[in-house]
């Protein structure tokens, strides 16, 4: 299968979740656990700010201050379910590419390789950082030494000149601040282009890592990472021709995220509910469930297997070790 064929792999995509007749219910459970885990988390946070407002006083300080915590630790324990749940999805649809059996079981295979799994994505995440950092500083360098800064500088000077070093505080009045924001918008603009320059490329070799993990159960993250960039190797452009043109998808992805914020843009366009803002916060995020569950249900499964097809196209061609993806383990 060539890649460089989007829609080739997104037909073979359709006829091997056609021949997968399980295929449908992994995608039920799979949605359920993963929106159910961010509607648990919400509520949970809900029920925490209720005992947080009943906690009031001194009194309740120290009760209060143990449920923030749990409320600020939440959303970051979800996070690891969230990616083992990921990436036994991923595994699941690369069964089907494949031609294999699969079934809901499949979805353990993220939990049985949590430790790597994190580590990778730490890893990933910690190279991504320091790109953007490296972009910032680029894009922040070439802004001073360019004449967009003279205006900025301009401003800054007479407030610096007042700086002391006893009172080194400087006291921008609106005027100012608006202006400077206005002078800065070049330096704004330079610097997420170049971190996107440095950071997009970067994140495109790793992009096959989570399917290493997947296929070689043993191999440390690094290795992970560093057999995904070998894989991407040239293979990037036909990757990202794949992703354009399942722009549908993302579309549709990110106009469910955004019901998410609904009575917020709500309020920026000047309308106003009949009803209090928690109920709208709330009744949104309720939508929100609803049509991601809608999205990843009828749609996500010929996304995924077109990325597994894409994966098996491009990966060294080597004789299978009876990897859990090719083994009847979750069958």
Avoid: H
Wanted: net charge positive; with cysteine.
């Amino acid at each position: 299968m060539d890649i460089y064929n989007p829609s080739e792999v997104k037909k073979t995509a359709v006829r091997r979740l056609r021949d997968a007749g399980s295929a449908k219910k992994v995608a039920l459970v799979y949605a359920g656990l993963t929106l159910g885990l961010s509607a648990l988390v919400v509520l949970l946070s809900l029920v925490l700010d209720l005992l947080i407002d009943q906690s009031g006083g001194l009194d309740g300080m120290g009760r209060r201050t143990v449920l923030i915590s749990l409320q600020n630790i939440l959303p970051i324990i979800a996070i690891p379910v969230s990616l083992c749940l990921e990436l036994g999805y991923q595994a699941a649809m690369l069964r089907v590419a494949r031609g294999q059996c699969v079934t809901p079981q499949s979805l353990r295979l993220g939990f049985d390789r949590l430790w790597v799994l994190l580590r990778c994505v730490l890893l990933e995440a910690a190279i991504l950082f320091g790109a953007c950092l490296g972009g910032l500083y680029l894009g922040s360098l070439l802004f001073m030494m360019s004449p967009f800064s003279d205006r900025a500088v301009e401003l800054l000077q007479p407030l610096m000149e007042n700086a002391t070093v006893m009172n080194p505080q400087v006291v921008l009045d609106s005027g100012v601040y608006d202006q400077l924001m206005g002078a800065m918008a070049p330096a704004f603009g330079l610097c997420l282009i170049l971190m996107a320059v440095m950071a997009v490329p970067l994140a495109f070799r790793y992009r096959m890592a989570q399917y290493v993990i997947i296929d070689k159960p043993g191999i440390p993250a690094m290795m992970a990472l560093r057999e995904s960039r070998k894989m991407m190797k040239g293979n990037a452009g036909r990757l990202l021709k794949l992703d354009i043109s399942l722009w549908w998808y993302y579309g549709l992805d990110v106009l469910a995220r955004l019901l998410c914020y609904g009575d917020t843009i709500l309020a920026l366009a000047g309308v106003s509910l009949p009803w209090s803002d928690t109920v709208s916060y709330y009744g949104f995020f309720a939508v929100y469930l609803a049509v991601q569950f809608a999205i990843y249900y009828f749609l996500r499964n010929r996304v995924e297997t077109a990325y597994a097809i894409a994966y098996d196209s491009i990966r060294p061609k080597e004789a299978q070790t009876g990897g859990a993806v090719l083994g009847s383990i979750f069958q």
